[in-house]
T-cell receptor, first 114, second 111 residues
Framework: DAMVIQNPRYQVTQFGKPVTLSCSQT?????MYWYQQKSSQAPKLLFH???????NEADTPDNFQSRRPNTSFCFLDIRSPGLGDAAMYLC?????????????FGPGTRLTVL | QKEVEQNSGPLSVPEGAIASLNCTYS??????FFWYRQYSGKSPELIMF????GDKEDGRFTAQLNKASQYVSLLIRDSQPSDSATYLC???????????FGGGTRLMVKP
């Protein structure tokens, strides 16, 4: 089945220790997104890629970086995680071929910062 | 600042009743609207989307859109305990590739 896959599902890191979260998709969608979601809050968009074009949200901290080496894969790098970065990180994809922005979410990575 | 507003709840309904979830949006340029269901600790799952004024039905779910009032709703008929979750409303932008999410309404269906 076509899907969005995120690894790992759970990540524990230490304060200040870099961490990389990965996302892959078999949907062949040209748009990929990274969201941060904290408990009882709406998903907050960090970045999105339209093909290889990178778009950073204005309020995304510099501590967060992203890479998209090819259509299928996208990575989220957190250079120096702080306690406030503990959250669920959601990867999503979409295509504009049908003319509207339905987004398909992966299962998420739950990040814990000790 | 584009905004999507939802009552955070919890909305509590008895099993078998109709649950009514509401959402307002600020951007008149939004064309399509989405309802996602999110179980605790899980990722959002698309329930329905709507882009035309009026009603759209899919099984027990009915989405309603009123662009003049900038109002979207989701009705769940014959609510089941398995419907207990947070429901996120989202509106797209003019280009259709960005979504603004509301904070979600927590629904509790009691047996």
């Amino acid at each position: 089945d076509a899907m969005v896959i995120q690894n790992p599902r759970y990540q524990v890191t230490q304060f200040g220790k870099p961490v990389t979260l990965s996302c892959s998709q078999t949907l062949n969608h040209n748009v990929m997104y990274w969201y941060q979601q904290k408990s009882s809050q709406a998903p907050k968009l960090l970045f999105h890629y339209y093909d290889k074009d990178f778009n950073n949200e204005a309020d995304t901290p510099d501590n967060f970086q992203s890479r998209r080496p090819n259509t299928s894969f996208c990575f989220l790098d957190i250079r120096s995680p702080g306690l406030g970065d503990a959250a669920m990180y959601l990867c999503a994809t979409s295509t504009l071929e049908q003319g509207w922005g339905e987004q398909f979410f992966g299962p998420g990575t739950r990040l814990t910062v000790l | 600042q584009k905004e999507v507003e939802q009552n955070s709840g919890p909305l509590s309904v008895p099993e078998g009743a109709i649950a009514s979830l509401n959402c307002t949006y600020s951007d008149r340029g939004s064309q399509s609207f989405f309802w996602y269901r999110q179980y605790s600790g899980k990722s959002p799952e698309l329930i329905m989307f709507i882009y035309s004024n009026g009603d759209k039905e899919d099984g027990r779910f009915t989405a309603q859109l009123n662009k003049a009032s900038q109002y979207v709703s989701l009705l769940i008929r014959d609510s089941q305990p398995s419907d207990s979750a947070t429901y996120l409303c989202a509106a797209d932008d003019n280009a259709g590739n960005m979504l603004t999410f509301g904070g979600g309404t927590r629904l509790m269906v009691k047996p």
